[in-house]
């Protein structure tokens, strides 16, 4: 299936759930869309409060009147002979593995966590200009953990140098702390482009994560 026009349609993001319903990654339209065609998964789609699943083909039609009556309602991408609207959910057919149970720990994470938001200022800082910090520096037996590392602006983590905050004479404005899933997927909940997530994301011990 070849996909043409603007690539807004297919930079959107779609949320994956196993075949018990349990999340377990998110991955963009086009991957979600080839899925689809092969016939490895269906659409898990939210429509007066209910969830109801489409394969690719009735995908297709629901799509062709969506387009008709509710076009501002969904993302399109465009093929050779239609226009398909974007799903915000797919549930493979065959796959029953589990989803990861543990938030990972990296940079992305921790920016996410964050709000890319000093936690000694409180400036907000494009990622460029931000690094990692160290709560209990490294010189002092400190461990790269959740509630030892937060995200710094440069002119803060120079300024603290390898002191902890109270040697600095510095104050972090919360507490860093593991988060329950992915900090990077929280920000996609605030988008209403992504509320139909939200009910399978509500769940402690899995982890969804991005790729």
Request: contains cysteine.
């Amino acid at each position: 299936m070849q996909v043409f026009g603007p690539g807004t349609g297919l930079d959107c993001h779609v949320l994956i759930l196993n075949r018990h319903y349990m999340a377990i990654r998110v991955t963009s339209a086009k991957r979600a869309f080839s899925l689809l065609y092969r016939h490895l998964a269906e659409v898990v789609h939210v429509e007066d409060g209910r969830y109801l699943s489409y394969d690719f083909e009735s995908w297709c039609e629901l799509s062709e009147l969506k387009e008709r009556f509710e076009p501002h309602q969904y993302d399109w991408v465009r093929t050779v002979r239609f226009s398909l609207a974007v799903p915000r959910i797919i549930r493979l057919t065959l796959y029953d593995r589990l989803p990861a149970k543990d938030v990972k720990l990296n940079r992305r994470n921790i920016f996410a966590r964050d709000g890319n938001r000093c936690q000694y200022c409180g400036r907000k800082f494009p990622t460029s200009e931000l690094s990692l910090d160290h709560v209990v520096p490294r010189s002092q037996n400190g461990r790269a953990t959740w509630d030892n590392l937060v995200c710094c602006c440069l002119q803060c983590n120079v300024k603290k140098g390898g002191r902890t905050p109270v040697q600095a004479g510095m104050t972090l404005i919360a507490l860093p702390a593991k988060p329950r899933r992915s900090p990077a997927l929280t920000v996609q909940l605030s988008s209403h482009r992504y509320r139909s997530w939200k009910q399978f994301l509500d769940h402690a011990y899995w982890h969804v994560e991005l790729k």
